[in-house]
């Protein structure tokens, strides 16, 4: 066993171990219905406690990468073949299952963001009223960069992010810096203004059926789209979670030929999981992801403000085709968000709304 802990690692111990079994999986070391080393096994062998293994094999099992099976051990479950489908394949007929909808509309606290706007005036003073470079201002890009490297593992710097007025406005840009002349493929069910979005400009696209993992997997290699548009997380109004094998399949997907794939990551820092969720950003070097997200549900909807990360090839082509485009955020807003990214405000919040929510899906857990 070759699983090693580096101690002068920032993550912790059960982190490391969980990304390396992780990999192991994804490459095909552990096949599908393979039985992992029990825990003891693993914790003796790698030189760490059962806990640290233990939790190591639950972030597997909440990534859907491995199950428990009781008296049993751990099995893989994710399939490294999901997607090829064979062109006779049906249309599957399940339904799909509209999970329990946890509650993510926790305020931010008012007296926290109150301080911070006062602290902003009178730090700024008469700057925030100066007009916000196009893709945004540097103080916001830099403290979003920085905080999606350590919480979400995606490594991208402030030229490639741009800072708009909400997701339906960044939609738009995205499909004038793709171009009109493709198909974008979208989620059946998704949000409505997506596909409304879509359509106001000008761009074909189709619907795929959601099944219970994501994307029903004939209809994804059956459409003709270049693009395609999810929600991995968590998809509205379904509330449909991608598995980690369709999460692959749908990476795998856009290796064929120029494909893209607009991963809409709204509502994900509330995740139950006790580790930030994966993205795709994170897991391709093929710079084919551009990855999405609001601060609607996070701060307030009243703060109508989003971001876009795009792979470093399309943050130059923005740059020469629409960087020309005002900034629709205030700068004020702007740099009230960066005061709360970088003083670690937002991300208190975040955690202790994760925690509240894992607190009660136990309750309800034992209560049925």
């Given amino acids: 066993m070759r699983y090693r802990i ?5 993550a912790p111990a059960y982190l490391q171990l969980y990304r390396q079994i992780r990999d192991d999986i994804v490459k095909g ?5 393979t039985k992992l080393p029990s825990k003891r096994l693993i914790s003796d062998e790698v030189g760490v406690s059962t806990v640290t293994t233990e939790h190591a094999y639950a972030l597997l099992c909440d990534e859907g990468y491995i199950e428990a ?44 963001l109150a301080k911070a706007m006062r602290s902003v005036m009178n730090d700024f003073g008469e700057a925030i009223l100066h007009k916000s470079p196009n893709a945004g201002c540097l103080e916001l890009r830099e403290a979003i960069g920085q905080y999606l490297q350590r919480s979400r593992g995606i490594d991208a710097d402030a030229s490639q992010i741009v800072i708009g007025s909400g997701s339906e406005y960044l939609y738009s840009l995205i499909v004038e810096l793709l171009g009109r002349e493709r198909t974008y493929a979208i989620e059946a069910p998704s949000y409505q203004k997506i596909e409304q979005v879509y359509r106001a400009c000008g761009a074909r696209y ?60 709204f509502e994900s820092e509330f995740s139950v999981s006790k580790k930030p969720e994966e993205t795709l950003f994170s897991h391709t070097a093929c710079e084919n992801v551009i990855y999405m ?16 990360v795009l792979p470093r090839r399309l943050a130059e082509e923005f740059e020469k085709k629409l960087g020309f485009y005002s900034c629709t955020v205030p ?19 975040v955690n202790r709304v ?15």
Wanted: glycine letters at 6%.
């Fill in 6 to 10: 580096q101690k002068e690692e920032a």
């Fill in 29 to 33: 070391v552990y096949p599908y219905n």
């Fill in 69 to 112: 099976k009781e008296r049993s051990g751990y099995f893989v479950i994710f399939r490294t073949d999901d997607g090829f489908v064979a062109p006779t394949s049906q249309k599957s007929a399940h339904v799909p299952v509209f999970g329990r909808q946890l509650d993510t509309t926790e305020a931010f606290p008012f007296t926290v």
């Fill in 206 to 265: 189709e619907m795929l059926p959601l099944g219970s993992d994501g994307i029903e997997s004939a209809a994804l290699w059956a459409s003709g789209a270049q693009v395609l548009h999810i929600s991995p997380y968590r998809s509205f109004p379904s509330g449909i979670t991608a598995t980690a094998s369709k999460r692959h399949e749908y990476l795998r997907w856009a290796l064929s030929g120029e494909r893209f794939i607009v991963e809409d990551d």
């Fill in 293 to 308: 997200n609001t601060f609607s549900r996070t701060i307030s909807p009243a703060l109508r403000v989003g971001y876009m």
């Fill in 331 to 349: 700068t004020f807003e702007q740099l009230l968000l960066a005061r709360l990214i970088s003083s670690g405000d937002f991300e208190r919040h």
């Fill in 354 to 368: 994760r925690r509240k929510k894992r607190r009660e899906l136990s309750y309800d857990s034992e209560g049925t």
